[in-house]
């Protein structure tokens, strides 16, 4: 029951000295928004939600919206270097970036397992609604189940849901996804 709002590098960020060494985290009903980035730090910035080196948490009833406008990589809510993340019951929306990288609604990212994304919502993000991102370091065993993307990814050619790098054994299964065309003769 926080919210996190117009701060320059982002809304509410846990991070650890190694992958996993935090342990049964819980947010719930937080409300992130307003995080533009910082145009001169070199790092991610203007993320809503961050939580990384995580064994063991469950985001849920949460807000992250109009984050990341000057940001480099910035995601509503997401995860990185973390084993058994939940996100269910949340919407992230109008999320940006100011790069080709992200500005997605969610994320599992690099070193992200075993981990659930459902019954979320997320809309009007500049990059995916959902992401399962591993580069070239590992993510295995994520899913995303039951999750609305309504006009995500309309920036850098992105998607409503999408996968990248080294994912392996993921499950993504009984999601919706609505985009609108955008007028151009080219595209859909």
Same mark, same amino acid.
């Given at each position: 029951?926080?919210?996190?709002?117009?701060?320059?590098?982002?809304?509410?960020?846990? /991070?650890?000295?190694?992958?996993?060494?935090?342990?049964?985290?819980?947010?719930?009903?937080?409300?992130?928004? &307003?995080?533009?980035? =910082?145009? !001169?730090?070199?790092?991610?910035?203007?993320?809503?939600?961050?939580?990384?080196?995580?064994?063991?948490?469950?985001? *849920?009833?949460?807000?992250?919206? &109009?984050?990341? #406008?000057?940001? #480099?990589?910035?995601?509503?809510? %997401?995860?990185?270097?973390? &084993?058994?993340? /939940?996100?269910?019951?949340?919407?992230?929306?109008?999320?940006?970036?100011?790069?080709?990288?992200?500005?997605?609604?969610?994320?599992?990212? %690099?070193?992200?397992?075993? =981990?659930?994304?459902?019954?979320?919502? !997320?809309?009007?993000?500049?990059?995916?609604?959902?992401?399962?991102?591993?580069?070239?370091?590992?993510? !295995?065993?994520?899913?995303?189940?039951?999750?609305?993307?309504?006009?995500?990814?309309?920036?850098?050619?992105?998607?409503?849901?999408?996968?990248?790098?080294?994912?392996?054994?993921?499950?993504?299964?009984? &999601?919706?996804?609505?985009? /609108?065309?955008?007028?151009? *003769?080219? *595209?859909?």
């Amino acid at each position: 029951h926080s919210s996190f709002h117009d701060n320059l590098h982002g809304g509410l960020k846990v /991070t650890g000295s190694a992958k996993n060494s935090n342990k049964n985290f819980i947010v719930d009903h937080v409300k992130a928004y &307003n995080n533009p980035g =910082s145009l !001169s730090d070199g790092g991610v910035t203007g993320n809503g939600i961050y939580l990384a080196d995580v064994e063991g948490a469950r985001i *849920s009833r949460s807000i992250a919206y &109009n984050n990341g #406008k000057n940001g #480099k990589a910035p995601v509503g809510i %997401w995860a990185a270097g973390s &084993n058994r993340v /939940t996100i269910e019951y949340c919407e992230s929306y109008n999320n940006r970036t100011r790069d080709i990288s992200d500005g997605g609604g969610f994320d599992f990212d %690099w070193d992200t397992h075993n =981990s659930v994304m459902q019954y979320n919502y !997320s809309h009007g993000n500049d990059g995916p609604g959902f992401l399962l991102y591993a580069g070239s370091t590992s993510g !295995s065993g994520n899913v995303i189940r039951y999750n609305v993307s309504e006009n995500d990814g309309r920036k850098n050619g992105k998607a409503g849901i999408q996968l990248g790098g080294n994912v392996t054994n993921a499950q993504v299964y009984n &999601n919706t996804v609505y985009i /609108t065309g955008t007028g151009h *003769s080219q *595209s859909s």
